[in-house]
């Protein structure tokens, strides 16, 4: 029996090319981005350049782009630099005090935080919303109202040349408290009831259920109170004032006199106290929208 191939019409696409306005359009619309890109780069890009420049070039006019002669010994000066009151070169020392105060506050800040979010989300206790309301009120006071004082309680404690007053007052933060507590508001209860249901206390459920649903919002506050205390620079500057306990925000000023700054020695210190948080906000940025998403702070 003879077979009759069936032909079947070839589906042609509607459109089988686009006119040339659709790629001038995204021409301009991509070279647009890139420009708006480049310069609102173009500050740090031009301050990790001027880390290899001279001070004669960097105070030169008109000023180069790219340094004459890539002077690589700037970094080396930088990180090997001393006082005579301290032995061997205090940037590491700046570095690390920098990188584990701001560690340590992360630690407590994301612990304490949470204790405290899961509580006035899920616990009923007497006054509770009057000191909800109360912690939140204290946002709206200024650092600088409690600036001296706090230098005078801690000055009488004998904390002056100590990292307790960088450690004690960031244990817990107001804005933290917040950011979890909306977040944990917005967790179905029924997961937790379930998981009661199954033996788990409310300790059980904080940790197992809670923690573990609010990522998102725990890495958020990580990354702003890592920010935070990595970029505190008043707090260093009132309570430290011997050279070996000194932050990188603080130490830095060792490079300015009174009568002469090394700009590209300032310029490195910049680049050494930056890149770390560029770098924390290139990989984690996308849980800044998961968290204004899920934890109720983007209009819920």
Same mark, same amino acid.
């Given at each position: 029996?003879?077979?009759?191939a069936?032909?079947?019409?070839?589906?042609?696409?509607?459109?089988?090319? *686009?006119?040339?306005?659709?790629?001038?359009?995204? +021409?301009l619309?991509y070279?647009?981005? +890139?420009?708006?890109?480049?310069?609102?780069?173009?500050?740090f890009?031009l301050?990790?350049?001027?880390?290899? *420049?001279?001070?004669?070039?960097?105070?030169?006019?008109?000023?180069?782009?790219?340094?004459v002669? !890539?002077?690589?010994?700037?970094? $080396?000066?930088?990180?090997?630099?001393?006082?005579?009151?301290?032995?061997?070169? $205090?940037?590491?020392?700046?570095l !690390?005090?920098?990188?584990?105060?701001a560690?340590?506050?992360?630690?407590?800040?994301?612990?304490f935080?949470?204790?405290?979010?899961?509580?006035?989300?899920?616990?009923?206790?007497?006054?509770?919303?009057w000191?909800?309301?109360?912690?939140?009120?204290?946002?709206?006071?200024?650092?600088?109202?409690?600036?001296?004082?706090?230098?005078?309680?801690?000055?009488?404690?004998? !904390?002056?040349?100590t990292? !307790?007053? /960088? +450690?004690?007052?960031?244990?817990?933060t107001?804005?933290?408290?917040?950011?979890?507590?909306?977040f944990?508001?917005?967790?179905? *209860?029924?997961?937790e009831?379930?998981a009661?249901?199954?033996g788990?206390g409310?300790?059980g459920?904080?940790?197992?259920?809670?923690?573990?649903?609010?990522?998102?919002?725990? +890495?958020t506050?990580?990354i702003?109170a890592?920010?935070?205390s990595w970029?505190?620079?008043?707090?260093?500057l009132l309570? /430290?004032?011997?050279p070996?306990?000194?932050?990188?925000?603080?130490?830095m000023?060792?490079?300015?006199t009174?009568?002469?700054?090394?700009?590209?020695?300032?310029? $490195?210190?910049?680049?050494?106290n930056?890149?770390?948080?560029?770098l924390?906000?290139?990989?984690?940025?996308?849980?800044?929208?998961?968290s204004?998403a899920?934890?109720?702070?983007?209009?819920?």
């Amino acid at each position: 029996m003879a077979t009759v191939a069936e032909t079947r019409p070839v589906a042609r696409a509607a459109n089988e090319g *686009k006119p040339p306005s659709f790629y001038l359009t995204a +021409i301009l619309r991509y070279g647009f981005l +890139i420009l708006i890109s480049l310069i609102a780069f173009m500050p740090f890009i031009l301050s990790f350049l001027g880390t290899f *420049k001279t001070n004669v070039e960097l105070t030169a006019f008109p000023p180069t782009f790219l340094p004459v002669q !890539w002077r690589l010994e700037n970094w $080396v000066r930088v990180w090997n630099f001393s006082l005579p009151s301290v032995a061997g070169g $205090v940037m590491p020392r700046w570095l !690390w005090n920098s990188v584990w105060l701001a560690l340590l506050n992360v630690a407590t800040q994301l612990f304490f935080c949470s204790l405290a979010g899961y509580a006035f989300a899920r616990m009923q206790f007497p006054g509770r919303d009057w000191i909800y309301a109360f912690i939140i009120a204290t946002m709206a006071i200024p650092g600088v109202i409690v600036m001296i004082p706090g230098f005078v309680f801690f000055a009488r404690l004998g !904390w002056i040349n100590t990292f !307790w007053p /960088l +450690i004690v007052p960031s244990i817990v933060t107001p804005f933290g408290i917040l950011m979890l507590t909306q977040f944990f508001k917005s967790i179905p *209860k029924e997961l937790e009831e379930a998981a009661q249901m199954d033996g788990l206390g409310r300790f059980g459920t904080y940790s197992r259920i809670a923690l573990p649903l609010s990522r998102p919002a725990l +890495i958020t506050l990580a990354i702003l109170a890592f920010q935070g205390s990595w970029n505190n620079f008043t707090g260093p500057l009132l309570f /430290l004032q011997r050279p070996e306990l000194m932050t990188l925000t603080v130490g830095m000023n060792f490079f300015r006199t009174q009568f002469s700054n090394d700009f590209s020695a300032i310029l $490195v210190g910049a680049m050494f106290n930056a890149i770390p948080v560029l770098l924390l906000f290139f990989f984690l940025n996308r849980y800044f929208l998961d968290s204004a998403a899920y934890s109720g702070l983007a209009g819920q």
